[in-house]
């Protein structure tokens, strides 16, 4: 079993950088990809990124290209969110979420584990 918890988030201008945490603990961390989400409010979950059990093997949402990084520290059971070049469409609650397969997956039904999330607000 697997426990995620999200750290990192925060108010921001716009044109500026956030870098999420996602602690992570349970035998299984090292063994399967992960991922982070977010909730815009009123909106459903989206795929944001996920990243291969490796860390070879990234996979983001066009609407993130460019400006965010997702990767992983195994050794220290941890997963980030590098966000740059924020904009106001970013608001939103960030998840950091976990699956026992090693590969990237976009839907929320290939992840078994889930935190509980981290507001990020970006002002104009």
């Known amino acids: 079993q697997v426990q995620l918890v999200e750290s990192g988030g925060g108010l921001v201008q716009a044109g500026g950088s956030l870098r999420l945490s996602c602690a992570a603990s349970g035998r299984t961390f090292s063994q399967g990809a992960m991922a982070w989400f977010r909730r815009v409010s009123g909106k459903e979950r989206e795929f944001v990124a996920a990243v291969s059990w490796s860390g070879g093997s990234t996979l983001y949402a066009d609407s993130v290209k460019g400006r965010f990084t997702i990767s992983r520290d195994n050794a220290e059971n941890a997963l980030y969110l590098q966000m740059n070049s924020l904009i106001p469409d970013d608001t939103a609650v960030y998840y950091c979420?976990?699956?026992?397969?090693?590969?990237?997956?976009?839907?929320?039904?290939?992840?078994?584990?889930w935190g509980q999330g981290t507001q990020v607000t970006v002002s104009s």
């Open positions: 979420a976990a699956r026992r397969g090693v590969g990237t997956r976009t839907a929320e039904n290939d992840y078994d584990y």
